[in-house]
């Protein structure tokens, strides 16, 4: 606990600084004074109150939400199947929503004679219906399949065999969409945190509010699952309902952080390691908390970078995430096993 306690201030203090920095830095600089002007309500240029207001800020503060809920996601779902490779995506609930967003976006023109594209906060709405739509429908299956099978290899398996099927469905319907309808599903697959905005935002943010805390209550059940499910089942655990439990949570955090923001990669896999690697750790009472911690961290960077000046508009999130985290977790992982021998 006293190498904890230290860790977690410094996570939340360096959370603090890159929500400011995420404020300042653009591709129109904004003085310090003046957003913290902006933040207390003072009057300021009108330009910059609505840049910060209407664009850094909400991108921020989905940022944190959003790297928190895949980071907790990931861990659920690595602990569940005891697989260091698992991640939000592993049991095709991402692919889902993709599918879903597919159906809209890619069927739209062609049904309806007008692009899902050109229809703004209209076609924005029926594209986050759509990915929550999709996602619940593939962990409704992923539910009930785990009701017959009670290997988890097998359920992970089964899962990763969704996500072909509907990545193979969503290559069917890109070959039969129009160019424009095919640009606007790929432009959502790369990820954003910019799209959230207004009440959306302020939506996203309860939501995720809500959930985080009810995934922290499944932390004794996590723990116990650690050590086997043998020894689980001996203890007392229903297996086969915590592991539902399990992957209700982290489905419905994949499935609103991906609605709201498209399938963002990389973070769900990767946080969990860092955060065992930092806190030197397996008890899910601390792991918790520092991987939400280090998840919402890592997205406020990446989405710095995405907005630096010199770049035009913004880079995908999704090639940040990979280009900064891949070589850190490489490097970790590395050490972890260096460290063995």
């Known amino acids: ?61 989905t940022a944190i939400m959003a790297g928190a809920g895949l980071a907790v996601s990931g861990l659920q779902m690595q602990t569940v199947f005891r697989n ?32 899902l594209s050109r229809l703004g906060y209209l076609g924005d709405a029926a594209m986050s219906v ?65 799209r959230v905005s207004g009440d959306e935002m302020v939506l996203f943010v309860v939501l995720m509010c809500v959930l985080l805390p009810l995934a922290c209550l499944l932390v004794k059940t996590m723990n116990l699952l650690l050590l086997g499910e043998r020894y689980a089942a001996n203890l007392g655990l229903n297996i086969r309902r915590s592991r539902m439990l399990v992957i209700v949570s982290s489905g419905v955090l994949v499935a609103i952080v991906t609605a709201y923001c498209g399938p963002i990669m990389f973070i769900g896999l990767a946080v969990p390691h860092l955060a065992r690697a930092i806190f030197r750790t397996s008890d899910h009472r601390i792991l918790m908390l520092a991987t939400a911690l280090c998840g919402a961290a890592l997205a406020l960077f990446c989405n710095l970078i995405a907005r ?15 280009l900064i985290g891949a070589p850190v977790i490489a490097a970790v992982l590395f050490r972890k096993s260096a460290l063995r021998h």
């Open 308 to 322: 630096m000046p010199g770049f035009e508009g913004a880079l995908p999130v999704n090639s940040v995430t990979a």
């Open 84 to 115: 260091p490779l698992a991640g939000p995506s592993v049991l095709g609930i991402s692919n889902g929503s993709a599918l879903g967003v597919a159906f809209v976006v890619l069927l739209s023109g062609r049904i309806g004679g007008v692009a």
């Open 130 to 194: 759509a990915a929550i739509v999709g996602a619940l429908a593939v962990m409704s299956l992923i539910l009930w399949v785990s009701q017959k099978v009670r290997d988890n290899v097998t359920l992970l398996i089964i899962g990763v065999m969704i996500g072909y099927l509907a990545t193979a469905i969503i290559g069917v319907l890109k070959f039969l969409s129009p160019e424009e309808d095919v640009k606007a599903f790929v432009v959502w697959g790369l990820g954003s945190f910019s």
């Open 1 to 61: 606990m006293r190498r904890t306690l230290p860790l977690i201030i410094t996570l939340v203090v360096g959370i603090l600084v890159l929500l400011i920095v995420n404020l300042l830095i653009g591709s129109v600089r904004i003085p310090v004074t003046e957003v913290c002007r902006i933040l207390l309500g003072a009057e300021s240029n009108e330009i910059w109150t609505n840049i910060v207001y209407s664009s850094r800020l909400p991108q921020a503060l």
